[in-house]
């Protein structure tokens, strides 16, 4: 479904899905639609006009369809229109980032890709792609403003917007204070705190000029209470839930801000632990886990609400943990 990919998505394009989720017309640009049904897929040749809020379809079938987007949602009969939005997710190339980016993806948004590991970050352009849905890669370090800005500033010279950015990346070498790895607390604050504040920095002003956008911060339970060998990790994770609730306050309500603080999760944090103490404590510790989507279904569910609502925070924890 990639053929005549849109360059800059109508705001109001989106994807049309059946109440039962098997019919889905992907809409491009130039009034044409693809539709699919199972694994048939078909190109039409139609119209498509947005008037304010009413939108009206004719394809060369002689399908007509009309509705009006109601809470950027166009409600025609038993399907929905959803308003595609341009995501931006740091920390895509592995765990939570990478399951947040597949799934916005198969929704019908196209996604911008930031990590260091390009390599990833290229599988997963091909995975999304070959899904058809839209993916771009862009090589970021969050620590780096100039490098955090091209990212912002590559998804809208590709996408023409920023709808949602999902600030993502993050790094947990636990240890305790007494162990003096200093190094790695400084990196916990530099990719957690600065990175999530490069974040906002590279991407606020055109959310502002836009009069909309949404903040998806990854914070952690850590952002709740502290555990032994988690001072600098979860004083970092403080800091980004206090952080997103500042933006939240300062901000017109055009724009929203959400909190996801996942408890134990499938990924690859804690191979940064280097600390013989922690390590032991972390594996006996992270036993009991959920995956890498159900904290990616939180993201979707927090994007996917009415703009009048604010989805502030959520907490997601396997049911076992304590
Ligand atoms: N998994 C859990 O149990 C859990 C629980 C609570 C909170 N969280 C939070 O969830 C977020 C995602 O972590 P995860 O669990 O999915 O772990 P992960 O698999 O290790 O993913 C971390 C991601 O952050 C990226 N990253 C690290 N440093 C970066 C930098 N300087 N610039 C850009 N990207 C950077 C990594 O990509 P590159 O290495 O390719 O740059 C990777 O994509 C983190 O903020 C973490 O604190 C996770």
């Given at each position: 479904m990639n053929d005549d990919t849109p360059t800059t998505p109508h705001p109001y394009l989106g994807l049309w899905v059946t109440a039962d989720g098997r019919v889905r017309h992907e809409l491009r640009t130039g009034g044409r639609y693809v539709e699919a049904r199972g694994d048939r897929e078909a190109a039409y040749t139609g119209s498509y006009e947005v008037a304010g809020a009413h939108v009206e379809y004719r394809d060369d079938t002689g399908f007509t369809a009309d509705g009006d987007f109601r809470d950027d949602v166009l409600h025609h009969g038993g399907m929905v229109l959803r308003r595609r939005k341009v995501v931006l997710v740091t920390g895509?190339?592995?765990?939570i980032g990478r399951a947040t980016a597949l799934r916005l993806a198969s929704a019908g948004h196209p996604v911008v890709l930031g990590a260091r590991r390009v390599d990833r970050l290229g599988s997963l352009v091909t995975e999304i792609e070959g899904a058809g849905g839209q993916a771009l890669a862009v090589p970021t370090d969050v620590t780096d403003l100039a490098s955090t800005q091209a990212f912002a500033d590559a998804a809208t010279a590709r996408f023409?917007?920023?709808?949602?950015?999902?600030?993502n990346a993050g790094v947990m070498p636990l240890s305790p204070l007494?162990?003096?790895l200093v190094e790695q607390w400084d990196q916990m604050i530099d990719v957690n705190v600065r990175g999530l504040l490069h974040s906002i920095a590279a991407t606020l002003p055109t959310m502002l000029a836009q009069g909309a956008g949404h903040f998806v911060t990854m914070a952690s339970i850590g952002a709740h209470s502290v555990t032994p060998t988690g001072a600098v990790y979860c004083g970092t994770k403080y800091a980004a839930r206090a952080i997103t609730e500042g933006l939240r306050l300062e901000s017109p309500r055009g724009i929203r801000v959400t909190t996801i603080s996942p408890g134990v999760?499938?990924?690859?944090?804690?191979?940064?632990?280097?600390d013989a103490t922690a390590a032991a404590a972390m594996e006996a510790y992270r036993a009991d886990s959920v995956s890498a989507d159900a904290i990616a279904r939180a993201v979707e569910y927090a994007v996917a609400e009415?703009?009048?609502v604010d989805v502030n925070e959520i907490v997601v924890r396997p049911a076992a943990q304590r």
């Amino acid at each position: 479904m990639n053929d005549d990919t849109p360059t800059t998505p109508h705001p109001y394009l989106g994807l049309w899905v059946t109440a039962d989720g098997r019919v889905r017309h992907e809409l491009r640009t130039g009034g044409r639609y693809v539709e699919a049904r199972g694994d048939r897929e078909a190109a039409y040749t139609g119209s498509y006009e947005v008037a304010g809020a009413h939108v009206e379809y004719r394809d060369d079938t002689g399908f007509t369809a009309d509705g009006d987007f109601r809470d950027d949602v166009l409600h025609h009969g038993g399907m929905v229109l959803r308003r595609r939005k341009v995501v931006l997710v740091t920390g895509a190339s592995s765990g939570i980032g990478r399951a947040t980016a597949l799934r916005l993806a198969s929704a019908g948004h196209p996604v911008v890709l930031g990590a260091r590991r390009v390599d990833r970050l290229g599988s997963l352009v091909t995975e999304i792609e070959g899904a058809g849905g839209q993916a771009l890669a862009v090589p970021t370090d969050v620590t780096d403003l100039a490098s955090t800005q091209a990212f912002a500033d590559a998804a809208t010279a590709r996408f023409g917007r920023i709808d949602v950015v999902v600030a993502n990346a993050g790094v947990m070498p636990l240890s305790p204070l007494s162990s003096g790895l200093v190094e790695q607390w400084d990196q916990m604050i530099d990719v957690n705190v600065r990175g999530l504040l490069h974040s906002i920095a590279a991407t606020l002003p055109t959310m502002l000029a836009q009069g909309a956008g949404h903040f998806v911060t990854m914070a952690s339970i850590g952002a709740h209470s502290v555990t032994p060998t988690g001072a600098v990790y979860c004083g970092t994770k403080y800091a980004a839930r206090a952080i997103t609730e500042g933006l939240r306050l300062e901000s017109p309500r055009g724009i929203r801000v959400t909190t996801i603080s996942p408890g134990v999760t499938e990924s690859e944090l804690a191979s940064t632990i280097t600390d013989a103490t922690a390590a032991a404590a972390m594996e006996a510790y992270r036993a009991d886990s959920v995956s890498a989507d159900a904290i990616a279904r939180a993201v979707e569910y927090a994007v996917a609400e009415r703009p009048d609502v604010d989805v502030n925070e959520i907490v997601v924890r396997p049911a076992a943990q304590r």
